[in-house]
C-alpha cells in the first residue's frame, strides 16, 4: 500500500502490561502571557511547500480503508502473542481521558465568527521513538560507534511491532513523532496502525537522518515544510530549523486544527545558539498561524531539547501567546539524563478563539523500573499526550 511521503524530505510506538496510573495534575488556570506584535513575518517563500507552488500530498483514506479488519485482526494477534515479559510495568503520570487530497493554500473563512456550541474534543501526542532505523547501511558508516545502526530483518519488525503498540496505549487522535529515519520506516508503522488514516513525513533528505512526522485519525487540508526556511542566527549568519518543522492542517467536523511537529537542535555536539533560533523561529509561525485562522486549533509539540525557563523556550514563549500544557502536571519529566529527570518533550498551544486546552487531560507515558522509570516503548523517552477543544 503506498503511503503519502513528502517529496524530499522526512520521517516518524509498545504495550505495556497492566500498570499503575498516578494522577499528578494540579487544577490551576492557563493564563496566557502578553504576546507582542510579531516582528517581521517570514516571507512566503520561505514557508517553501515541498515542491514549489504546491503542497505536499497525504496518504488519502480510501486506501487506509481498503484491508482495515484484516489488518486490525493481526495486529490483534500480534499483541496477543507478547510474552508478560515484553510488555514492562508502565505508569501513566496525569489524568486519563477518552480518547484526501490537499489544499494549495489557506482559507480566509476562519475570520468568520464560529456559531457552534458544543466543543469537538482532539487527543494530540508527542513522542520521540529513539533511532528508528531501517535494514539499510544508507550513510556507509554503520560499525560499532557509528550514528546509523542497521536493524536485521527480525529484530526492525520486532521493533516495529514494539512502537505500534505503544502508539497504541497512548491513543491520541494526532501524533507528532521524532527519530524516524525513513519511509521504510514510517511503512511499517502505518500498516500496524491503519486506524492512522493521515501519515506524513518530514524527510530531511540525507542518508540516515533521523525526522519528524505525523500520524493521525484525521483527513489532512493541508501539509507544508519549513525545512528550507532561513532564519537568523544570535551569533550571526542565517540557520534553518535542525529538522523538519513540519506542518499539517486537519479537519475536524468543519472545524480546522494546525499541527507543528519539531524536534530542537540536540545537546549532544551543541549549538546553543541554533536551539534558541528554531525557538524564536517556532514561536513566529505559531503567532502568524493565529492570526490568520482565529478559530482553529494550534498545537505545537516535540522534543524541543530544552527545560521551562531556558532560552529557547523562553523565546518560544515571548514571540507567540502560548500555554506550555504539560505545567499542569506536578511532575512533567520526559527524560533522564546523567540520572536526573526533565522535561524536553513539549506540547504548546497558541492562544485563538476558538481551540482551547482540556483541563487536567495532561498524560506522561513512562515505564516504572526499581526506583525510577525509563522511556516508553523502548525509547529514552516518555510519551506526552494531553486533549484539547475546538468548535466546529
Not at 515484553?86 to 480566509?108: R, V
Not at 500498516?191 to 512526522?213: K, N
Not at 525557563?309 to 506536578?330: K, M
Request: proline share 6%.
Amino acid at each position: 500500500m503506498p503511503i503519502g511521503k513528502i517529496p524530499q524530505r522526512g520521517r516518524p510506538l509498545a504495550l505495556a502490561g497492566d500498570g499503575e496510573h498516578l494522577v499528578s495534575a494540579r487544577a490551576r488556570s492557563l493564563v496566557p502571557t502578553q504576546r507582542p506584535e510579531p516582528a517581521l513575518r517570514p516571507s512566503e517563500a520561505a514557508f517553501s511547500q515541498l515542491r514549489p507552488g504546491r503542497p505536499a500530498q497525504g496518504r488519502g483514506a480510501g486506501e487506509l480503508h481498503r484491508g482495515v479488519g484484516a489488518r486490525l485482526r493481526a495486529l490483534a494477534l500480534i499483541v496477543a502473542s507478547l510474552s508478560p515479559a515484553t510488555l514492562p510495568a508502565c505508569t501513566f503520570w496525569g489524568q486519563t481521558s477518552s480518547s484526501s487530497e490537499s489544499e494549495s493554500g489557506f482559507d480566509s473563512d476562519d475570520s468568520a465568527t464560529s456559531t457552534a456550541v458544543d466543543p469537538e474534543n482532539v487527543s494530540i501526542a508527542t513522542f520521540n521513538v529513539r533511532l528508528f532505523f531501517d535494514t539499510t547501511c544508507d550513510s556507509g558508516k554503520c560499525n560499532g560507534g557509528d550514528f546509523e545502526e542497521v536493524a536485521t530483518p527480525t529484530s526492525f519488525e520486532e521493533r516495529a511491532d514494539e512502537l505500534a503498540a505503544a502508539i497504541l496505549d497512548v491513543d491520541a487522535d494526532i501524533l507528532l513523532l521524532q527519530e524516524i529515519e525513513n519511509q521504510n520506516c514510517i511503512n511499517a508503522l502505518a500498516e500496524r496502525l491503519p486506524h492512522y488514516t493521515s501519515v506524513h513525513l518530514g524527510e530531511q533528505g540525507y542518508p540516515a537522518s533521523l525526522d519528524t512526522a505525523v500520524f493521525a485519525t484525521l483527513p489532512a487540508m493541508a501539509v507544508f515544510s519549513h525545512q528550507s526556511d532561513k532564519f537568523p542566527h544570535p551569533e550571526g549568519g542565517l540557520t534553518s530549523f535542525t529538522r523538519d518543522l513540519l506542518e499539517v492542517h486537519f479537519d475536524l467536523g468543519g472545524a480546522r486544527i494546525i499541527v507543528f511537529a519539531a524536534h530542537f537542535r540536540s545537546k549532544v555536539f551543541d549549538d546553543p545558539g541554533r536551539r534558541l533560533a528554531e525557538g524564536q523561529r517556532a514561536g513566529e509561525w505559531l503567532a502568524i498561524r493565529a492570526t490568520e485562522h482565529p478559530n482553529a486549533l494550534i498545537v505545537l509539540g516535540g522534543d524541543l531539547n530544552d527545560t521551562p525557563g531556558s532560552p529557547p523556550l523562553t523565546a518560544l514563549e515571548t514571540a507567540a501567546e502560548v500555554d506550555r500544557i504539560a505545567a499542569e502536571l506536578d511532575d512533567d519529566s520526559t527524560y533522564v539524563y546523567s540520572g536526573k529527570s526533565q522535561a524536553i518533550d513539549h506540547l504548546y498551544m497558541a492562544t485563538t478563539d476558538a481551540g482551547s486546552h482540556v483541563a487536567d487531560s495532561s498524560v506522561i507515558f513512562r515505564v516504572t523500573t526499581g526506583g525510577g522509570w525509563s522511556g516508553w516503548g523502548g525509547s529514552d523517552h516518555a510519551a506526552l499526550r494531553s486533549s484539547f477543544a475546538i468548535r466546529p
